[in-house]
């Protein structure tokens, strides 16, 4: 079961935005700019006048490229860095019009990539190649005025990107926040219910089970007193408490025991409730949690992944797979983020690991290939630590 699907570009800080229109816009931009270009290369057609074709090409692959959603981060690196270059290359071999809002689209596609500081490095710099392009066609002071121009449009962009990174920021959180209440509630509904059952096995104990065990004794005390016609209705009435008592021992017997908890709905309602990271949860038919504190450990677990993976990893994904395995359960929890590198245990984590080493289980964080970050959790089948 996958939370709930959409578009993300890109996952270097785990903004949510509409590449579909991002993608027309920076098509519609190279369209418009190009058009003076085309319009004089149809009118006196040569190599020179065709020279563009080849840098917006370029551009426009990498542009759609970078914006897969299956693209990686380095790709997605590589794709910003080869449009901005040939954003420059077409604009010193373009004619005319609105060449250089190519570079604007770039500037607006590195803050969702780079954050709000490395995107205005870039915008330094395609503001200063711009100056050096524009000034050896009309001079350095009319160069420096029309780099100028542009350097307004790119901050803009760059300042309208940052608003939307920091909106998704809190959506981000707010969703975090309403999937720990989700989880929170699941735990606390199932341990109310165990109580509740408790109490009430205790109540039939104490009350039906100590009449029906007096109105035995008054049984067995009239048999003893009465002529045979009364005795036998008296030994049939004597049988019939000795029934229902039975009965009730067992049926607060079962009111004792724990009712399963519902692990695989909890993780699904979990992953449900993230817009992103997209979350895959797998819960193998085999498993039956013995103990409600072992399913709320791995609760807990893959909450924790899931929020580490949207605020410290920008993952575009999370994949969980609780398995049995031989006398232990297994819990995965893998991401597709930065990976483990630098990472702190914060409050979150050291929880989780108090709680899985409490049952008796443990833990490792690892990178498997390198990249992405994953939870590796044990706890013993039988018999947790009581």
Known sequence: MQGAPGLAYPPGVGQRVPVNLFKAAGIATAALASTP????????PSAGTMAWVLPLAVFVVAFLYGLRPSASRRVRHAAILVEGATALAFVALARGGFTAGLVVVV??????????????????????ALAGIFAASVGLTRGVIAASGYLGFQLF????????????????ALALANAELLATRDALAAATAAA??????????????HGLTALHLQLELAKNTTDDAHRRAVEDADQLSRALLA???????AMREEVPFDLEGALVRLASAIPRPRVSVRVDAAVRPPDGRVAQAVLRLVQEAITNAARHADAET??????????????TARDDG????????????RGARERLEALGGTLEVVAPDGRGTELRARIPWRGAAP
């Open 247 to 253: 009965e009730v021992r067992e049926v607060v017997g």
């Open 37 to 44: 270009s085309l319009l004089h290369a149809i009118a006196a």
């Open 338 to 349: 930065r990976g483990p590198l630098g990472l702190r245990e914060g409050n979150g984590l």
């Open 196 to 209: 509740e059952r408790v109490r009430i096995a205790r109540d039939l104990h104490d009350t039906l089970g």
């Open 157 to 172: 962009a760059v300042g309208a990107a940052t608003l939307a990174e920091r909106e998704q920021k809190a959506r981000t």
């Open 318 to 331: 999370v994949v969980v797979d609780v398995a049995e395995d031989g006398e232990a359960l297994s819990v």
């Open 107 to 128: 500037a607006g596609e590195a803050p969702f990539l780079w954050g709000t500081a490395p995107a205005l490095g870039l915008v330094a710099v395609q503001t200063a």
